[in-house]
């Protein structure tokens, strides 16, 4: 069984910087792939980036040369670094662990960007 918990969200300017953190409370070794969802008010939920074991990484087009995403096995924490955001960032992030048969999520955090 493994709990993911997302941190790092807050409001932030149109153009600046912020980095989530999703930490699981077991290994994510035995996660082979792990993501970054986020869902806007009266929106379906999409993907951000994925990133597997091996490190082959994903991005949605809309982030795209401005959202990195790393995962940090030894601390059992996914990271998103995302730069350069725009008001349309603005969403509840999720953070996604696959293991064989199940798939795990986090609670959420809220990224806001507003001037």
């Known amino acids: 069984q493994v709990q993911l918990v997302e941190s790092g969200g807050g409001l932030v300017q149109p153009g600046g910087s912020l980095t989530l953190s999703c930490v699981a409370s077991?290994?994510?070794?035995?996660?082979?792939?792990m993501a970054w969802h986020r869902q806007a008010p009266g929106k379906q939920r999409e993907l951000v980036a994925s990133i597997t074991k091996s490190g082959s990484t994903n991005y949605g087009d809309s982030v795209k040369g401005r959202f990195i995403i790393s995962r940090d096995n030894a601390k059992n924490t996914m990271y998103l670094q995302m730069n350069s955001l725009k008001p349309e960032d603005t969403a509840v992030y999720y953070c996604?662990?696959?293991?064989?048969?199940?798939?795990?999520w986090g609670q959420g955090t809220q990224v806001t960007v507003s001037s």
């Open positions: 077991g290994s994510i070794f035995s996660l082979y792939y």
């Open positions: 996604r662990g696959d293991e064989a048969v199940r798939v795990y």
